[in-house]
């Protein structure tokens, strides 16, 4: 639309576990007002502490998106609508649906109103064939439905690069620890959901065995890793930029509950793995984020002891 200028910021799935921070992230540094949230939810289900531009919108729907997208001057998209591992394995059509279909309707907007994108890739695009410190470059080959909607996801970012010049940019994020928001039907929920029971119920009952151990990073640090990398500059940036592996921890789940024990007396954990330990053994133990520290620079700031302390004082807080 003519006079519109094109500063604002859309986030799809703004509701969820990462956008729930990141929107105030990105209020914090651009300005509350040039910040939309979006999710298919009600915003009735907002938090109260998270005001500011709001839309019910479903990735789904290319018209809507190009339409607010128009008008009201949105130069950047933070897509993150999606179905996590859990709940796009009961939902294989579904997940393929809107983590696919999602992510070329909002590919598609970029297109037409020349939008930057920011597509989060995950460490469910390596399979049981991937290096257990998985490398950057290697075969994908995930055997998880969501994983294959990330590899897609990928590579549907490197043709729209290729074939139409979106910047479009992704990390492949590993489980993400945090309080402001549930985790959102993931396999790595469990690091999660532990900190609540600990502090509520002194007990857990751990979804997956205590020897599985993934790549984990806390939600500070990969909100920190999203802004970074959407403000390297492009010539920094390779043929990764579609899904970058990051540096973050790798621990156990018995290291985890172990670490918790240490500040909640008489923690207990117990366990009992269900499906989703099929999917944790798919996925690498560690992956090697070197790519991204020589591109734009990435390193934590938060190893498993702080991520505890951080984790166990912000739901104290918030009880
Ligand atoms: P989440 O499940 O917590 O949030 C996703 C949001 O998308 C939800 O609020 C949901 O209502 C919304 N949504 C679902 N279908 C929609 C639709 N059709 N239209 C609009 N909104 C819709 O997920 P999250 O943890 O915040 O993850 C965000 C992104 O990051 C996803 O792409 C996910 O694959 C990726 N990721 C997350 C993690 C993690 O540990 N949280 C790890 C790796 C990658
Ligand atoms: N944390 C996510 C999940 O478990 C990985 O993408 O689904």
Redesign the pocket.
Known sequence: MLGVTKEKILV?????????ELVEALRDKHGTSSVIA????SVKEQKTTRQGPYVT????DTDSIIKLCNDEGVGTVY??????SA?GEKNPELCRK??VG?TISVFEAAKKCSLRVF??????VFGPDAPKHAPQITDLNPSTI?GET?VRGESLAKEYLENYGIDVRGI?????ISYK??????T?DYAVEIFEAAINHGHYECFVRPDTRLPMLYMDDAIKATLMLMDAPNDALGPSKAGYNIDCHSFTAQELADAISQEVDGFKCDFAPDIRQKYADSWPDSIDGSVAKEEWNWAPNYDLQEIVKAMLDGLSEEN
């Open positions: 799809t799935g703004a509701l969820g576990q990462i956008g729930t979006s999710d298919i939810r919108l479903d990735v789904l897509h993150l609508a999606a179905l996590l709940t809107v983590n999602g597509s989060p890739s995950s460490i469910a969501y990330k492949r994020y590993p489980g993400l928001a549930p985790a959102g039907g993931g790595t």
